[in-house]
């Protein structure tokens, strides 16, 4: 019995390389930076990354371990929000308030509360919208 073989969907020049290692570190480094921009707490960074608090601490303090592909998917997100509010806002200080703001689209929740859900796809959620209101997709 011949065992099912995957089909490649997507052209080899689409195709989009995982992330690695370092460009995870990098994206962690980054991500520091806006959530000190959002005014977010460690404990909702730690929610954000989906890390107990002492370990966020830690890679705050010493640099990230390895992170985990559901972790190097939550910074790519938390990375497209960024690009998408700066690409929308003029002044990035307006996009870093919006994060906090309440917004209808969230039935008048703020998106910060919307992605502290604590799942991958609370984020998603959040960048998806914005991809759509600056015509991304």
Do not use: C
Request: aromatic share 8%.
């Amino acid at each position: 019995m011949a065992m099912l073989q995957p089909i490649e969907t997507i052209p080899a020049p689409f195709r989009l390389e995982p992330l690695t290692q370092e460009e995870g570190g990098a994206m962690f480094r980054a991500a520091l930076n806006l959530f000190a921009k959002w005014g977010v707490t460690d404990e909702q960074a730690a929610v954000l990354t989906d890390m107990p608090v002492r370990s966020f601490r830690r890679w705050k303090a010493e640099g990230p371990g390895r992170i985990s592909r559901d972790g190097l998917a939550r910074l790519s997100n938390l990375m497209g929000i960024h690009k998408a509010l700066r690409l929308i806002f003029q002044e990035s200080q307006r996009g870093y308030d919006w994060i906090k703001a309440p917004n209808a689209a969230f039935q008048g929740t703020s998106a910060l509360a919307v992605m502290l859900g604590g799942e991958l796809t609370d984020i998603m959620r959040v960048r998806r919208y914005l991809d759509a209101e600056r015509g991304g997709w």
